[in-house]
Nanobody, 125 residues
């Protein structure tokens, strides 16, 4: 059981990126995307319930980011549009253990027990 995040890179302000999380073995777990910028705490970005019915976004992500999942492919995507320099961070995907099998999305890192290695997103001004 593991998570693997990919898709980060360098993009200009206003550009787009799609992050992918390979979430094998956790099809009944909610998946969240978090990010951590240098010198800052890890923060919730977006999350989706195990069945894709529920999703949540941070205020900064609303209207710009879209999270989706395909359980048949064990994949969760984070489509990021209209990127800003303040979106620069290492992005992590994580699997929730508290709400397994429930249409609930947690925003608290403590409820996520399995983390991927992170992928760096850099937005240049």
């Amino acid at each position: 059981v593991q998570l693997q995040a990919s898709g980060g890179g360098l993009v200009q302000t206003g550009g787009s990126l799609t992050l992918s999380c390979a979430a094998s073995g956790r099809s009944r777990s909610g998946i969240g995307w978090f990010r951590q910028a240098p010198g800052k705490e890890r923060e919730f970005v977006a999350g989706i319930s195990w069945n894709g019915i529920s999703s949540r976004y941070s205020e900064s992500a609303k209207g710009r980011f879209t999270i989706s999942r395909d359980n048949a492919k064990n994949t969760v995507l984070l489509q990021m549009n209209s990127l800003k320099p303040e979106d620069t961070a290492v992005y992590y995907c994580a699997a929730d253990s508290l709400f397994t099998g429930r249409p609930v999305v947690s925003t608290a890192p403590i409820t996520y027990d399995l983390w991927g290695q992170g992928t760096l997103v850099t937005v240049s001004s």
